[in-house]
């Protein structure tokens, strides 16, 4: 679909009865938006794990062991890797694991990349206690990171204080002192609410506010409070939709986009909760939040395009070093999605979305085969069809993704 008539499409589902009762916000905020023009593109994807195997593999690996029920060394799991796929040489550049990745970066060049971090950058050996899965990745190795070059990495996730608030703390300091943005984690309860801004110049912001839920498997004790570091945890329902509008409202200049992270629901099944497609909506509504960046589960969940706006609910993993773990091959979820957002950049309107499949391959990110890409888009063009929201796949095993057209009249 050409981009104008895709912007026309969108611009015009906005302007209904309902959305002028609940979208009075965004009203306000198109009012007051400077006048720019053009296009703004994003770089968004899932969970980032470049801990345990793929630590051990990079040039600084850290203490190998684990607490886990059945593996009790991190080096177990480059071995399975490379029974499924091969070997992997020694240690590895930094910029090893994102692979073609980085190319296809080069060549959207997007104007903000943001990832969910879901690992724990620190050397300490204080895990916390009760739970299964602990990842963390040696301080040292935070150059690998900065090879993305990511402007915001949610911390707001289930893996993030794996290692304790001290972990955390650790966490934060590596990703400062590398000139990374961390959202959704904080010292307190103030900074793990607070949105990273991205400057983008004099006109231009992008917030991000990053969150967490429950129902991730995040532990109730990991919340931040006063002077207690942890993470933004909240449960999705309108108190949570009100009081996250307060906070956009405090933080937000006109022009600015806005962009939630949340990290929310189970691992596996394609199912999305009601309650999660409430609480997008009346993000979207009443908070005038741009794009939904949900995710969580380990394979790619429905998109949703509502009311001009992208709802991700589930990005899928990007990177981790689950390959050789049968379980789950039904959902094949060695496939990974680049998402590549275009927003309208004087009204924050959606104008176009692109997904570049990728695949994991010895801890190192390839592009996916056009089989597979096919596969993928099937399964994502089912899932988003209860969105109507369509998925198709181009020449280029690139897909594009758009309002499912309206049946012709019988």
Same mark, same amino acid.
């Given at each position: 679909?050409?981009? #104008? ?73 480059? #071995?399975?890797?490379?029974?499924? +796929? ?100 904080? #010292? ?74 949340? +990290? ?25 939040? +741009? ?53 309208? #950049? ?7 979305l692109e997904l570049v499949p990728m695949r994991i391959r010895r801890f190192r990110l390839e592009r996916a085969t056009a089989a597979e890409a096919a596969w993928l888009a099937a399964r994502l063009d089912r899932e988003s069809s209860v969105f109507d929201t369509h998925i198709s796949i181009t020449g280029s095993a690139r897909m594009k993704v758009a309002p499912r057209p309206a049946p012709l009249p019988a």
């Amino acid at each position: 679909m050409h981009r #104008r008539s895709f912007v026309t499409r969108l611009a015009a589902s906005l302007l209904t009865p309902a959305t002028l009762r609940a979208g009075h916000y965004r009203t306000e905020m198109d009012a007051n938006a400077p006048t720019a023009t053009g296009t703004l593109k994003l770089f968004l994807c899932g969970d980032v794990m470049t801990g345990r195997g793929i630590d051990q593999v990079l040039p600084h690996p850290g203490d190998p062991a684990l607490h886990e029920t059945w593996v009790r060394d991190a080096r177990e799991y480059v #071995r399975l890797a490379e029974q499924a +796929h091969g070997p992997i040489a020694g240690r590895v550049g930094f910029e090893y694991v994102w692979g073609a990745a980085l190319e296809e970066l080069e060549r959207a060049a997007p104007q903000a990349r943001i990832v969910n971090l879901e690992t724990s950058i620190t050397t300490s050996d204080r895990p916390w206690p009760g739970k299964g899965i602990h990842y963390r990745m040696h301080p040292a190795n935070t150059p690998c990171l900065a090879a993305a070059a990511p402007d915001c990495c949610a911390l707001a996730n289930n893996h993030v204080l794996d290692w304790g608030r001290e972990g955390l703390l650790e966490t934060l300091g590596c990703l400062e002192d590398a000139g990374l943005q961390p959202a959704g984690a904080g #010292r307190d309860v103030e900074s793990a609410a607070a949105p990273a801004i991205i400057e983008l110049g004099a006109s231009q912001r992008i917030l991000v506010f990053a969150a967490a839920t429950e129902s991730a498997g995040v532990p109730r004790d990991w919340a931040a409070g006063p002077g207690l570091a942890g993470i933004h945890l909240i449960e999705p329902g309108p108190a949570a939709a009100d009081v996250l509008a307060e906070r956009i409202a405090a933080a937000r200049r006109p022009g600015d986009l806005v962009v939630l992270s949340l +990290h929310w629901g189970g691992n596996w099944g394609y199912r999305v909760p009601v309650a999660h497609r409430d609480f997008a909506h009346r993000c979207i509504d009443v908070a005038g939040v +741009h794009v939904v960046h949900g995710h969580s589960s380990h394979h790619p969940l429905g998109l949703e395009i509502y009311r001009g706006q992208l709802i991700i609910y589930g990005c899928g993993d990007f990177l981790n070093d689950y390959e050789g773990i049968g379980g789950h091959e039904s959902y094949r979820p060695g496939l990974t999605l680049m998402y590549l957002p275009e927003f309208d #950049r004087g009204n924050g309107a959606l104008a176009g979305l692109e997904l570049v499949p990728m695949r994991i391959r010895r801890f190192r990110l390839e592009r996916a085969t056009a089989a597979e890409a096919a596969w993928l888009a099937a399964r994502l063009d089912r899932e988003s069809s209860v969105f109507d929201t369509h998925i198709s796949i181009t020449g280029s095993a690139r897909m594009k993704v758009a309002p499912r057209p309206a049946p012709l009249p019988a």
